[in-house]
């Protein structure tokens, strides 16, 4: 690794640079990340897991606010930047996870960990040495003594002043340890890290580092991590990844999940250059992005119809009118009972005429007889969005496969008849590529492929 000093021959003009992303799930990948399993996975239990992340959710939205509160975000004065920075990004339930993993150096020297990308959170920590109760992770521990860089934040910084809206919890002042900043992530499945405030050199690639870059030292992590290090919250707060990097590169991302299925992985790409036509069939298609006071760190959009088989549902247009998240956190799209029950019946009546309907498997209530390798024809469904957006899906995006030899319709009920919401998961986004431009308030979907 380059010494410090030499970030600054870093090109001035347009640079970029592209990470990986998995899904955990996936096939084998060169990190071996399957090996390090003592019991096997069970998909129903990933998604039941995944279950307790969308009553969070739905709780935080409902209790604090109305859909009338949604309005067009906007960032005004942000610098236009020329570089971005690409990540691969790999699926994860290979580190006992449904959502998407990648690798970020951090310390001097570099040591890389494998973390868990996140959409719906604001911070960053990974599991550190000493650690007082640490689940069993891919890497070996990160040890703050061994870089050069580290240091810990104090509770007088502002940092440390940010971590309440960042973590939901207030920060505690360790005066044992020279008023050190402790801060407790809590998260929607009732999964928590608690640790030290930190800072230290983050490397994304050779010359693309962040001096100074803040999260958290986890000693005691406990929940539905599986073996992954940490996670990586790339929300709209000032204490996310994106917003650390966003003075150099610009205040945007883009991504693409990959399949479960043997293939390329996909990347994550940060920076305004990121907005760039992605080598996909289609360009980017906008809709507006919106916030909601009740959680003014995520992205919100707005669903406006939804056809099966080139047919709109039979619902009204006041039934899309509710909260709704993109988040690659949670794993099937949840829709208002109304408008899943439409949905529902619409796929169903379709597909029953070529293929034998199986009983529910977990959450998933609308299962046939097969697999996804042996259903050639399925009918397409198209999400559509305020604007020009939507997103066409086909086959691998409208069904999930179960248990063997079952599959069923990718998609589930918010729940509640009342004070409804909606989420925009993670498997309705694979293969596509999902731009946020946070400085012009808008979302853009451009099919193709994670190439």
Same mark, same amino acid.
């Given at each position: 690794?380059?010494?410090?000093?030499?970030?600054?021959?870093?090109?001035?003009?347009?640079?970029?640079?592209?990470?990986?992303?998995?899904?955990?799930?996936?096939?084998?990948?060169?990190?071996?990340?399957?090996?390090?399993?003592?019991?096997?996975?069970?998909?129903?239990?990933?998604?039941?897991?995944?279950?307790?992340?969308?009553?969070?959710?739905?709780?935080? *939205?409902?209790?604090?606010? &109305?859909?009338? %509160?949604?309005?067009?975000?906007? /960032?005004? $004065?942000?610098? !236009?930047?020329? @570089?971005?920075?690409?990540?691969? *990004?790999?699926?994860?339930? &290979?580190?006992? %996870?449904?959502?998407?993993?990648? /690798?970020? $150096?951090?310390? !001097?020297?570099? @040591?890389?960990?494998?973390?868990? *990308?996140?959409?719906?959170? &604001?911070?960053?920590?990974?599991?550190?040495?000493?650690?007082?109760?640490?689940? !069993?992770?891919?890497?070996?521990?990160?040890?703050?003594?061994?870089?050069?860089?580290?240091?810990?934040?104090?509770?007088?910084?502002?940092?440390?002043?940010?971590?309440?809206?960042?973590?939901?919890?207030?920060?505690?002042?360790?005066?044992?340890?020279?008023?050190?900043?402790?801060?407790?992530?809590?998260?929607?499945?009732?999964?928590?890290?608690?640790?030290?405030?930190?800072?230290?050199?983050?490397?994304?690639?050779?010359?693309?580092?962040?001096?100074?870059?803040?999260?958290?030292?986890?000693?005691?992590?406990?929940?539905?991590?599986?073996?992954?290090?940490?996670?990586?919250?790339?929300?709209?707060?000032?204490?996310?990844?994106?917003?650390?990097?966003?003075?150099?590169?610009?205040?945007?991302?883009?991504?693409?999940?990959?399949?479960?299925?043997?293939?390329?992985?996909?990347?994550?790409?940060?920076?305004?250059?990121?907005?760039?036509?992605?080598?996909?069939?289609?360009?980017?298609?906008?809709?507006?992005?919106?916030?909601?006071?009740?959680?003014?760190?995520?992205?919100?959009?707005?669903?406006?119809?939804?056809?099966?088989?080139?047919?709109?549902?039979?619902?009204?247009?006041?039934?899309?009118?509710?909260?709704?998240?993109?988040?690659?956190?949670?794993?099937?799209?949840?829709?208002?009972?109304?408008?899943?029950?439409?949905?529902?019946?619409?796929?169903?009546?379709?597909?029953?005429?070529?293929?034998?309907?199986?009983?529910?498997?977990?959450?998933?209530?609308?299962?046939?007889?097969?697999?996804?390798?042996?259903?050639?024809?399925?009918?397409?469904?198209?999400?559509?969005?305020?604007?020009?957006?939507?997103?066409?899906?086909?086959?691998?995006?409208?069904?999930?496969?179960?248990?063997?030899?079952?599959?069923?319709?990718?998609?589930?009920?918010?729940?509640?008849?009342?004070?409804?919401?909606?989420?925009?998961?993670?498997?309705?986004?694979?293969?596509?590529?999902?731009?946020?431009?946070?400085?012009?308030?808008?979302?853009?979907?451009?099919?193709?492929?994670?190439?």
């Amino acid at each position: 690794m380059l010494p410090k000093k030499q970030t600054h021959l870093l090109p001035r003009k347009q640079s970029s640079i592209r990470l990986d992303i998995y899904h955990a799930h996936g096939p084998a990948t060169s990190h071996n990340l399957t090996s390090k399993h003592k019991t096997p996975i069970f998909f129903s239990d990933v998604l039941l897991r995944n279950e307790e992340r969308v009553k969070a959710l739905h709780s935080r *939205l409902v209790n604090k606010s &109305s859909f009338s %509160s949604l309005v067009a975000s906007k /960032k005004a $004065g942000v610098p !236009t930047k020329l @570089k971005s920075i690409s990540i691969p *990004l790999n699926p994860a339930l &290979s580190i006992g %996870s449904g959502n998407y993993y990648m /690798k970020i $150096g951090l310390g !001097t020297p570099t @040591k890389y960990y494998t973390m868990i *990308l996140d959409t719906g959170s &604001s911070f960053c920590w990974l599991q550190c040495r000493p650690c007082i109760s640490c689940h !069993t992770q891919v890497d070996p521990l990160f040890d703050p003594s061994k870089s050069k860089t580290y240091k810990t934040l104090s509770c007088h910084t502002s940092q440390c002043s940010s971590v309440k809206d960042a973590t939901f919890n207030n920060p505690l002042c360790d005066a044992k340890s020279s008023n050190a900043c402790e801060y407790t992530a809590s998260y929607g499945d009732n999964s928590q890290s608690q640790g030290y405030l930190s800072q230290d050199l983050l490397t994304l690639a050779p010359f693309q580092t962040l001096p100074g870059f803040v999260y958290g030292c986890g000693k005691s992590n406990l929940g539905m991590f599986g073996t992954s290090d940490g996670i990586v919250g790339l929300a709209r707060h000032q204490l996310s990844m994106l917003s650390q990097l966003s003075p150099k590169y610009g205040f945007a991302f883009s991504y693409c999940l990959p399949t479960v299925s043997p293939g390329r992985g996909g990347f994550l790409s940060i920076g305004n250059l990121s907005l760039a036509v992605p080598n996909f069939s289609t360009a980017y298609k906008f809709t507006p992005m919106l916030s909601d006071s009740a959680a003014p760190n995520l992205y919100f959009l707005r669903l406006t119809a939804i056809t099966v088989a080139g047919r709109r549902l039979e619902v009204s247009p006041a039934s899309y009118r509710v909260p709704t998240v993109m988040d690659t956190g949670t794993i099937i799209t949840r829709l208002p009972e109304s408008v899943y029950t439409a949905l529902r019946k619409a796929f169903v009546n379709v597909m029953s005429k070529r293929y034998a309907q199986a009983p529910a498997y977990s959450i998933l209530d609308a299962c046939f007889k097969g697999s996804l390798h042996n259903m050639p024809v399925v009918p397409e469904i198209q999400m559509i969005f305020r604007g020009a957006a939507n997103l066409t899906l086909k086959t691998p995006n409208v069904l999930i496969d179960g248990v063997k030899g079952i599959t069923c319709l990718a998609f589930a009920s918010s729940g509640s008849t009342t004070n409804q919401i909606a989420i925009i998961g993670n498997h309705q986004q694979q293969t596509f590529s999902v731009a946020y431009d946070v400085s012009n308030s808008r979302i853009g979907f451009a099919a193709g492929g994670c190439h």
